[in-house]
């Protein structure tokens, strides 16, 4: 009967490690010695991979096992556990070390940031004293990849709709405000504050309600309505003209949840086109003080009104543009965009509006926007067409700002692993088509590790800048380097006539980067290693070539270090 139950037991035992290895979770049964030390007792397989931990390594305290920086956390998050005698949870992130990424099944590579989410659970015996600890962590990169996407979403889209010059607002179901932006502020007179919280407040005259009403049945149906001028109230009781685009927003389930609404105030323009209708003089008093560059043209686009504005934003004189053409002063880039808003705008009767770069009596060019409006004679054929434009330059500029952040690294300012992809792409695809060589290699300063943990970050940051530097200062304008990620860095060196160079270029870097390095009065020296890599063979793809690349670093490092290594 004991032989059974024993039997019986050690199935259960079976069981229990064949569940625990398998768990996609790292799990760490930690005993504890005294308040200063601990060592594992038990680890699952892949909590063993990732540490490090061999057969050997269990029952050793866990100072001995862990490197520095990974003991001094999990010390002080183990001590906190015990302090607090309840279970912590909390976040880290690390680099993907190279004895990782070098597995085959491991999914991430070397440099790049993994995400872990730890619970340390204390043990107290009868007598309340804490003598394990139970550590289960969790692989939440995933999670919070999405979650930056998200969040750097998140943030275009308030960026949009707290910069946006056109009032924007969203309802719910219940037709109740729920968001308006500062423009809507600006334009209508209520704060946010006050319109969300007070659902009395209306921008609908009574006159349009029922209209509104037929708007709202069309967006319960998914439909999308687009510009169409309509009238509201604004907080002091004044009827503006806006031009109304709406849209469906629906839930999680896909049901209707209210709608987001861009009102453009048109009050002004439809003023001014009002005044050209009626009376040539009266247009002119209204354009003449307006900050917008106005401009009325015929059908040729010659030019027949110019407002003062032309003075005050282009220091040109109204004057100097009658008779001439709206091209004159559009950039030879543009010219063609012009020429075709001046005839569709002639052909369908309506608006059209569109970006572009024009000139300045300084002779700076500045982006600006504007909108064509056709004038129709009393045949309902173009006669005139009213330019109305700004000046953009700003935004233009923070946009090229933002492009230009997104494919660059934050912290040297050279292209950055998406960019560099792009780049080595279209140079592997010109390399093939010329039969010309063309070089990758990979460098990693060697031990950059200690000098972060020595002499602080700041140090470390200061270093990858100079390294740049010099290694630039070793290369051909031709050339492109770029980071992937801690101090790992990729070159390109395209249109070799022999490998040869490429050589004679790791060399000059290998020597450039053993010169003395001083910073904040610490002196001290560097080494790297360098993996090469070629193309042709021209039926490899830019991943095998990194790949290679990455196989001949590591050969390097292997090697002792301040040196490279090829792979054919």
């Known amino acids: 009967m004991a032989i059974k139950f024993m039997n019986k037991s050690l199935k259960h035992m079976d069981l229990f490690f064949q569940v625990f290895n398998n768990m996609s979770d790292m799990v760490f049964l930690t005993e504890v010695v005294n308040e200063n030390e601990f060592r594992y007792l038990l680890a699952n397989d892949p909590a063993k991979k990732f540490v490090g931990l061999t057969d050997e390594s269990i029952g050793k305290p866990i100072s001995e096992v862990l490197p520095c920086e990974a003991f001094e956390l999990i010390n002080a998050k183990y001590l906190e556990a015990m302090a607090k005698k309840e279970p912590i949870l909390y976040e880290d992130k690390m680099l993907v070390p190279q004895c990782l990424a070098n597995s085959q099944d491991y999914k991430y590579t070397i440099g790049q940031v993994v995400y872990w989410e730890s619970t340390i659970t204390p043990v107290f015996d009868q007598d309340g004293l804490c003598t394990h600890l139970l550590a289960v962590v969790r692989d939440i990169t995933d999670r919070k990849m999405r979650e930056n996407e998200l969040k750097k979403v998140k943030n275009r889209l308030e960026l949009i709709w707290n910069s946006a010059a056109d009032a924007m607002f969203t309802f719910d179901i219940d037709e109740n405000f729920v968001n308006v932006n500062k423009a809507f502020e600006e334009l209508f007179g209520w704060t946010e504050n006050d319109i969300v919280k007070d659902p009395s407040i209306s921008i609908i005259p009574k006159k349009n309600k029922e209209n509104f009403k037929g708007i709202i049945k069309k967006l319960k149906k998914g439909e999308v309505i687009p510009s ?69 043209v015929n059908t040729e686009g010659r030019v027949l009104y110019a407002s003062p504005s032309h003075k005050t934003v282009l220091n040109m004189f109204p004057d100097d543009f009658l008779g001439k053409s709206i091209l004159s002063f559009v950039h030879s880039d543009h010219r063609y965009k012009m020429k075709q808003a001046l005839k569709k705008i002639a052909d369908t009767k309506e608006s059209f509006s569109l970006d572009y770069k024009r000139l300045k009596n300084n002779g700076e060019w500045i982006w600006v926007h504007t909108i064509g409006s056709p004038i129709l004679d009393e045949k309902g054929n ?35 692993r998406a960019l560099f992809n792009k780049r080595l792409r279209g140079e592997m695809e010109l390399a093939k088509q010329s039969e010309k060589i063309l070089s990758l290699m990979l460098l990693d300063l060697d031990q950059f590790k200690k000098v972060n943990d020595t002499m602080g970050h700041d140090i470390g940051d200061e270093l990858l800048i100079g390294i740049v530097n010099r290694v630039k200062s070793c290369l051909q304008e031709k050339d492109i380097m770029a980071r992937l990620g801690g101090d790992e860095f990729v070159i390109l060196l395209p249109e070799l006539n022999n490998r040869s160079e490429a050589i004679e270029t790791a060399n000059r870097i290998l020597q450039s980067l053993q010169d003395d390095w001083l910073f904040n009065n610490n002196c001290f020296t560097t080494t790297s290693s360098i993996g090469i890599s070629f193309y042709p063979p021209f039926d490899q793809d830019s991943k095998m070539l990194l790949k290679k690349a990455d196989t001949a670093l590591y050969k390097a490092k292997k090697n002792g270090r301040n040196n490279y290594q090829l792979i054919l």
């Open 228 to 296: 169409h001028e309509v009238q509201c109230r604004t907080k002091g009781g004044q009827l503006i003209d806006v031009l109304a685009s709406y849209s469906p927003i629906y839930d999680h389930e896909g049901n209707w949840d209210g709608a987001v609404v861009v009102y453009k105030d048109i009050t002004e323009r439809n003023k001014i086109y009002q005044e050209l209708i009626e009376s040539e003089s009266r247009y002119r008093l209204i354009a003449d003080h307006s900050s917008d560059l106005i401009k009325v």
């Open 382 to 416: 173009v006669s005139r067409i009213v330019f109305e434009a700004r000046d953009i330059t700003e935004r233009k500029e923070y946009e090229e700002k933002l492009k230009h952040h997104a494919h660059h690294d934050y912290l040297t300012g050279i292209p950055n």
